[in-house]
């Protein structure tokens, strides 16, 4: 028993329980003995030792691979470890936001135990988040009484920007990134005053040698404890991030997750985020399309196919984005959402715009589709933090103050935490991998509310080379993961942060006339595996489910189908032969051709290459491009492609 702790603190414990330590000779309801001095000082070691852990949990805990990583390693603390830092690297959708209330509960204090006295790690909690509507949901995080009851805490956090004493006596409070560089003293002073724990959310928006990192790096000398948590390693400018740690390879500097001396590095992937049922597969429904607009001298220019549009990509699709093409893929995501609530109800949609302007045009084509719509793209603005509150609120049948469809301007994409979302129509011209994760990210999450009813969220999106690109990324990140599940399933015989394509060789937008575009074909595919369906399949699929009036992903259809197709036929037929159509030849030179094509953009993203880089080494090697070569001449390109860019796989 440490020396400082006294009567005085087993007494006022005794009082908050509504018991008194004198009232230990209450009679045994047992027995109906009066207690016996033995038993009593029993009794009072019981007390003295629940005075060094949190309140016992009412239920078994369920937690998450890298959160359960985590509460061991408060243990760790507890014991005596000495643990300085925790950086965590946790998948879009994953669950983070319940590690500074696991570190709080284990860590700190319950508040029925007093907070003066000093047999625990610390006295409050520090919480720092990128926007003002995450000050809310951490808030709302500890007030969650699911998580109460699960880890057995009474904490709460107050959110507070630059006021004095910022716990106006709760367990911590949390703060905006942009408050603490407009007062860093107020918080410094804070953090020496007492025992802090610091989490910094999404700390990948804090660049090294920023200002931001000035401001932050006495509140990470004075913490007892720093918890850094991101959803992604990398920022979009590619500049290097304040606080994680770095080591040099031959391809450039890298960030070192292995974890050191007084620092551990938790890992939760998208694919073990899969495996464990975390998040839920995500399928991207893609609409190519035709753009016009007029440059700075004056003259028209054109694309017929945004996937194809080469060194005009980035002002296509900014075309694109502004006009009919806009409205019309913006009118599938919500046909599809529309017939997904009729199962769904709590189904909401997110809509992401390049510009305020754009945005305001959104929300006009919304309402002309008769959907109740609010816009949210000022991150201080009252009107902004509304909208999110009344498009978090639970759908319920004549409730005013809820909405289902929120637009918005590279906001509420990151940390908004809707589990509703089933639907996101993702019309930003932004490119860079970590601010389309974190807005896809969206829609993968798991809705307990829903169930069943929400299997995977769709991503209604431009089928531009670059977003292409982006989710080829992630399929081949978690590439070892599905490989796993597919190898268990037979086994067991169940069969900063955004940036623009500012590279390319185009004026810049502002600086040319946007005059038409529309959508002309639409292809889908499944991150989770890499499964796609072509534009012709799809138009078939989309066509037949609208006449019978069936809702659901692109994927999901063609799934059913082929379920449906397979089912209907006896295993006898199934397995002749004899029964099997051959291919025409305009068939297999199809099928050839796109699996070139496929395996040139798996590989090249894959490897960090120009996908120009190898179909010109092949028009170089076969003297022609692969729309004029006969069948033979594809099959020794696809001969050629093995030899030379094999993958081990």
Request: glycine residues 6%.
């Amino acid at each position: 028993m440490p020396s400082d702790w006294h009567a005085d603190h087993i007494e006022r414990w005794a009082e908050t329980q509504r018991t008194n330590v004198h009232e230990m000779q209450a009679l045994c309801p047992k027995c109906h003995h009066q207690k016996t001095a033995e038993e009593n000082r029993n009794m009072t070691d019981a007390i003295q030792l629940d005075l060094f852990s949190s309140q016992s949990p009412k239920e078994p805990l369920n937690l998450r691979r890298h959160q359960d990583e985590f509460l061991q390693i408060c243990k760790r603390i507890k014991a005596g470890e000495q643990i300085k830092k925790i950086l965590m690297l946790v998948t879009p959708g994953g669950g983070k936001s319940l590690i500074p209330v696991i570190a709080a509960a284990n860590l700190i204090p319950n508040r029925n135990s007093g907070n003066s006295f000093h047999g625990t790690i610390a006295d409050a909690i520090c919480w720092v988040v990128p926007r003002l509507n995450l000050q809310k949901q951490a808030e709302e995080n500890f007030e969650d009484g699911y998580f109460k009851n699960m880890l057995g805490h009474q904490h709460r956090i107050m959110a507070n920007n630059n006021e004095p004493n910022p716990c106006k006596g709760m367990n911590g409070y949390v703060a905006t990134y942009q408050a603490i560089i407009a007062n860093p003293d107020l918080h410094a002073q804070e953090l020496r005053r007492k025992r802090y724990i610091l989490v910094l959310d999404e700390f990948h928006h804090v660049e090294k040698d920023g200002a931001w990192h000035g401001a932050l790096q006495p509140l990470v000398d004075n913490a007892v404890l720093v918890i850094l948590v991101t959803g992604t390693g990398e920022r979009g400018d590619r500049k290097e991030i304040a606080f994680m740690p770095y080591k040099a390879t031959p391809s450039g500097l890298t960030p070192d997750l292995l974890s050191s001396k007084g620092t551990v590095v938790i890992e939760y992937t998208r694919g073990q985020a899969l495996r464990e049922g975390a998040i839920v597969p995500l399928h991207f429904e893609w609409g190519d399309g035709q753009a016009e607009w007029i440059d700075q001298q004056g003259q028209k220019n054109s694309v017929e196919s945004l996937a194809e549009a080469g060194d005009y990509r980035g002002i296509a699709l900014r075309t694109a984005l502004s006009t009919g093409y806009a409205e019309q893929l913006l009118t599938k995501c919500v046909d599809n959402w529309k017939s997904h609530k009729k199962d769904n109800h709590r189904a909401k949609l997110l809509v992401l715009a390049p510009s305020i302007a754009t945005a305001n045009q959104y929300l006009e084509w919304l309402q002309k589709l008769g959907i109740k719509a609010l816009k949210a793209t000022s991150d201080e603005s009252k009107e902004a933090q509304t909208a999110i509150k009344k498009f978090k609120k639970h759908y319920k049948y004549g409730d005013a103050k809820a909405v289902d469809a929120l637009v918005t301007v590279a906001m509420a994409y990151e940390g908004l935490d809707v589990p509703a979302i089933t639907h996101v129509a993702c019309l930003t011209n932004i490119r860079s991998k970590p601010w389309l994760e974190q807005s896809w990210a969206r829609a993968a999450r798991v809705d307990r509310e829903a169930g069943v009813l929400k299997k995977t969220g769709l991503i209604y999106l431009p089928d531009d080379q670059l977003a292409v690109n982006c989710v080829q990324n992630i399929i081949a990140e978690q590439e070892p993961i599905v490989k796993e599940r597919e190898l268990n399933r037979r086994d067991n015989g169940n069969g900063g942060n955004g940036e623009n394509d500012a590279k390319n060789k185009e004026q810049g937008y502002n600086s040319i006339i946007a005059l038409n575009s529309s959508l002309t074909r639409s292809r889908a595919s499944d991150s989770s595996n890499g499964e796609t369906v072509d534009y012709a399949e799809t138009a078939i699929l989309q066509s037949t489910a609208q006449e019978f009036g069936i809702s659901g992903s692109t994927i999901n259809l063609k799934r059913f189908m082929e379920s449906y197709n397979t089912r209907r036929i006896s295993p006898e037929v199934y397995a002749d032969s004899s029964n099997q159509e051959s291919l025409t030849p305009s068939e297999e030179l199809s099928i050839i051709r796109d699996k070139i094509e496929k395996y040139v953009r798996y590989y090249t993203a894959k490897n960090g290459m120009e996908f120009k880089a190898i179909n010109g080494e092949i028009v170089k090697e076969f003297g022609k491009s692969r729309t004029a070569m006969a069948l033979e001449e594809l099959r020794r390109v696809w001969a050629w492609l093995q030899s030379k860019y094999p993958m081990n796989d």
